[in-house]
């Protein structure tokens, strides 16, 4: 049996200025959901390359200021949709390679200022309409044989002068 890795609740008491935290390839398969609570401050979050299949809803409730957040290469399968919530000041979100199935509607609401959506390398995504929807300034564009179904899309994000390029599928 294999040993799980997890961090102590409190482990990030007692350092209220923290602004970067990089938890990558620590074999972490569970983080506590208040684990970021005493960090108000932390803007570049970092916890790819780990096992975690599920994120707390409440992860994220105490960093308000987090601009860049990193989950890349952990078995999600799916988000809680609450999980990013009051996260108005995201402008990275990378989920590349997490095995996401949906995102759930409402689930990127309040990432209001979202300029990056990585998701490539989850062949399983399917995008609903309305979510691809309610990103705004994403366009969708199909880029496949048009007589295959369902279509596959290409969901383009503009960043500045370039674009971040995944492939998904919408329903």
């Known amino acids: ?6 961090l102590d609740e409190f482990a990030f008491r007692g350092i209220p200025n923290l602004q970067t935290l990089i938890l990558t390839s620590n074999k972490l398969t569970t983080i506590p959901g208040n684990i970021l609570l005493p960090l108000p401050n932390l803007k570049f979050f970092q916890l790819s390359d780990n096992r975690i ?12 200021n987090l601009v860049n957040l990193h989950l890349r290469d952990n078995p999600l399968k799916t988000i809680d949709p609450h999980l990013f919530r009051n996260l ?3 402008q990275i ?18 990432l209001t200022s979202l300029q990056q959506l990585h998701l490539t390398n989850n062949p399983d995504l ?20 048009p007589s295959r179904q369902p279509p596959k899309y290409v969901l383009l994000i503009p960043w500045q002068t370039t674009f971040q390029v995944c492939a998904v599928q919408i329903t």
């Open 126 to 145: 399917q995008i609903t309409q309305s979510l691809a929807d309610s990103l705004p300034g994403m366009y969708c564009t199909d880029h496949t044989d």
């Open 88 to 90: 108005g000041h995201v």
């Open 93 to 110: 979100l990378n989920l590349v390679n997490t095995k996401l199935q949906a995102i759930p509607n409402g689930a990127l609401d309040d």
């Open 53 to 64: 299949k599920n994120l707390p809803a409440e992860l994220f409730q105490g960093n308000p």
């Open 1 to 6: 049996m294999s040993k799980q890795h997890r």
